[in-house]
């Protein structure tokens, strides 16, 4: 059973950084695929970075690239997202998701089957 626990959201101001931390504390038989999304209030849950079983494959939502980083370290069960260069539309907050059947990046929210609780990202201008 997969279990994805968040951390590292905050307030910040724009311009600023903030690193999010995704760890699986359940047992899973390889290292699935795995993403991040946001929600912003009154909006619908958006992708924003996927990343591969391995990390040899990432991808982004075209208004984050050059400022966001998704990483992983298979070894502590952690998924990473530094985000650089924030902005206030960033503001929402970020979930992390498994994707146990997917060995390569998955964009879609309906590829993933398990979530995290999710973390408070604040920009303020």
């Known amino acids: 059973q997969v279990q994805l626990i968040e951390s590292g959201g905050g307030s910040v101001q724009a311009g600023g950084s903030l690193r999010l931390s995704c760890a699986n504390s359940?047992?899973?038989?390889?290292?699935?695929?795995m993403g991040w999304f946001r929600q912003a209030p009154g909006k619908e849950r958006e992708f924003v970075a996927a990343i591969s079983w391995n990390g040899a494959n990432t991808a982004y939502t075209d208004s984050v690239k050059g400022r966001f980083t998704i990483t992983r370290d298979n070894a502590e069960d952690t998924v990473y997202l530094q985000m650089n260069s924030l902005k206030p539309e960033d503001t929402a907050v970020y979930y992390c998701a498994a994707a146990t059947f997917s060995f390569t990046v998955v964009r879609v929210a309906q590829g993933y089957d398990y979530w995290g609780q999710g973390t408070q990202v604040t920009v303020s201008s």
């Open positions: 359940g047992r899973t038989f390889r290292n699935p695929a």
